[in-house]
């Protein structure tokens, strides 16, 4: 039998996962939010279609990057949109982003739950890599109407294995659809 894993909620330095104090410990450490571990998701998988449809959508357009991290997907549409902006609300991934970005490349610091430091209609489309859902309450507003909206997000029910292999250390995944039914709300809140 396996030694009983420590729970790290225990640990005096632990941070709760996707709080804004973990992601700043992450920039802090890292100056990226970047997976350290491989997918071993065979393709085509969400992210890579996401990635098409966001291709075929930021062509020759001014774009919103919401939740963009250190901006390694922000930059990477430079060659092929006007201009492209990335909001995060971690200071230490921004400052990464803006060592060097391409002259249509440029980052913000904002938080998603407050009004959205930009013009009614000033973007042509905007898209969120699982970034923050609070956007959504007042991403409408500043995209152009007619103007499209991309998101990609985790899904209910993800990694429902983990809990039954670490018992008592990974959390039950809730019973329905929360992340769902959470989104359709802020769609809702946001128009």
């Known amino acids: 039998m396996y030694p009983k894993l420590e729970d790290p909620r225990n640990h005096q330095e632990w941070l709760p996962p996707h709080s804004f104090a973990w992601y700043a410990q992450i920039a802090a450490l890292s100056g990226a939010y970047a997976y350290s571990w491989n997918s071993t998701i065979t393709e085509p998988n969400a992210e890579v279609r996401f ?3 966001v291709r075929d959508m930021v062509c020759d357009c001014i774009v ?8 390694e997907f922000t930059v990477q ?3 092929i949109v006007k201009r492209i902006i990335g909001l995060d609300v971690t200071s230490g991934f921004i400052t990464a982003g803006r060592k060097q970005p391409p002259p249509n490349v440029s980052f913000v610091t904002a938080n998603t739950k407050e009004r959205l430091p930009f013009t009614d209609g000033e973007f042509d489309c905007a898209y969120n890599r699982r970034g923050p859902t609070s956007c959504y309450q007042h991403i409408a507003r500043v995209v152009k109407p007619g103007g499209r909206i991309l998101a990609l997000h985790p ?3 993800l990694s429902m294995e983990l809990p039954r292999l670490f018992p008592g250390f990974f959390e039950a995944a ?3 659809t929360p992340i769902l039914d959470r989104l359709a709300d802020r ?3 946001g128009g």
């Open 51 to 53: 990635e098409q449809e």
């Open 187 to 189: 769609l809702e809140q």
């Open 174 to 176: 809730p019973d329905g």
């Open 155 to 157: 899904g209910d029910r």
């Open 64 to 71: 919103l990057d919401v939740g963009c991290g250190h901006g």
């Open 77 to 79: 549409w430079a060659p």
